[in-house]
């Protein structure tokens, strides 16, 4: 397994770790600041000393993989793993306003994005909504608002107990390791959610609606930007 630092402190850009694994799939550390892709948010990206990480993604039991090119370090190596910040730091803010695109959208998701610069959520949503303006208007008072993200873990057994707390309908949350990560905003959304996120919400900035496309007979894929 490896150390998911990222989880107690989503603002560490950097790190020092130990080399566990390098093959042609990545390298492995014992502890790492580096997200694996995954819940809609890409892998981050920044270098372990003189290699450059273009891609991280999840291994194998555990195991966080940092996909490198040049030179690789040797198992047993100490190196520091360091983090492209802009580009983690926009996914963190972005992954925090789409929370809340579900919550000024309550309807169920289907799937969704994050990136640096445009993210989305798409939404069961039969029918355009009526007021985008208004839409945009919520998210950015919420935004404003300054509600705190904070998180709390609940056993599986509560979650099954407790369906609704799940919005999105095409990522389940990781069960199996007997419990749960939610991540709470303000008195606002609950909902199970691995990724990373901004310590409250006026750290996202200003945000306004993009497109609102029709995909397929009974969804909308809602894009978000920054302002
Ligand atoms: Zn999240």
Do not use: C, N
């Given at each position: 397994m490896t150390e998911l630092l990222f989880r107690d402190d989503p603002a560490l850009d950097w790190c020092e770790a130990r080399v566990v694994g390098v093959s042609s799939a990545g390298v492995v550390l014992d502890r790492t600041v580096f997200?694996?892709?995954g819940g809609g948010q890409?892998?981050?990206?920044?270098?372990?000393?003189?290699?450059?990480?273009?891609?991280?993604?999840?291994?194998?039991?555990?195991?966080?993989?940092h996909l490198c090119e040049g030179e690789l370090p040797g198992i047993g190596e100490t190196v520091t793993a360091t983090l492209d910040w802009d580009r983690r730091f926009a996914h963190m803010r972005m992954h925090t306003a789409l929370h809340l695109l579900s919550v000024a959208i309550p309807l169920p998701v289907s799937g969704g994005a994050i990136g640096?610069?445009?993210?989305?959520?798409?939404?069961?949503?039969p029918e355009a909504p009526e007021d985008r303006d208004a839409?945009?208007?919520a998210l950015n008072e919420m935004i404003a608002a300054d509600h705190p993200?904070?998180?709390?873990?609940?056993?599986d057994d509560d979650l099954a107990a407790n369906p609704g707390l799940v919005k999105t309908m095409s990522v389940q949350p990781p069960k199996?390791?007997?419990r749960v990560r939610l991540v709470r905003i303000g008195d606002i959304d609950l909902q199970p959610c691995g990724g990373t996120h901004v310590?409250?919400?006026a750290g996202i900035g200003p945000v306004r609606l993009g497109k609102i496309e029709?995909?397929?007979?009974?969804n909308r894929r809602v894009s978000l930007h920054f302002a």
């Open positions: 997200y694996p892709a890409p892998g981050d990206t920044g270098t372990l000393d003189a290699a450059i990480v273009h891609d991280t993604v999840r291994g194998e039991d555990g195991t966080v993989l640096a610069g445009k993210s989305r959520l798409d939404f069961d949503m839409i945009e208007r993200v904070t998180e709390e873990w609940i056993t199996g390791q007997g310590a409250s919400t029709k995909k397929g007979r009974q």
